[in-house]
Nanobody
Framework: QVQLVESGGGLVQAGGSLRLSCAAS????????RGWFRQAPGKEREFVAG????????NYADSVKGRFTISRDNAKITVYLQMNSLVPEDTAVYYC????WGQGVAGQESYDYWGQGTQVTVSS
């Protein structure tokens, strides 16, 4: 059974940092791009960051460039999202996703597997 499990969410003050993790299990994910998305209350889910399956190239939403960093471990099992300089507008449920042979693109339709999400709340 394929599983993506997010962790690391929580409550943080504006200006603070959090690191989210997404652990994969159930199959070999070495050929999967990984992405982070988020959904704030009353809003549609949106792309945050992605990392390609092969060369590890990254892609970010304009709203998080310079503040968030996506990375992965050498085995490509766990993907991380380091979030710095958090603002209240970053409050959302954060989801990780996997896209076979993908490039970490923004289109949600490209992703085959999704995690259950982890809540991030940034207080002002």
């Amino acid at each position: 059974q394929v599983q993506l499990v997010e962790s690391g969410g929580g409550l943080v003050q504006a200006g603070g940092s959090l690191r989210l993790s997404c652990a994969a299990s159930g199959r070999t994910f070495s050929t999967y791009a990984r992405g982070w998305f988020r959904q704030a209350p009353g809003k549609e889910r949106e792309f945050v960051a992605g990392i390609s399956w092969n060369d590890g190239s990254t892609n970010y939403a304009d709203s998080v460039k310079g503040r968030f960093t996506i990375s992965r471990d050498n085995a490509k099992i766990t993907v991380y999202l380091q979030m710095n300089s958090l603002v209240p507008e970053d409050t959302a449920v954060y989801y990780c996703a996997a896209d076979k042979w993908g490039q970490g693109v923004a289109g949600q339709e490209s992703y085959d597997y999704w995690g259950q999400g982890t809540q991030v709340t940034v207080s002002s």
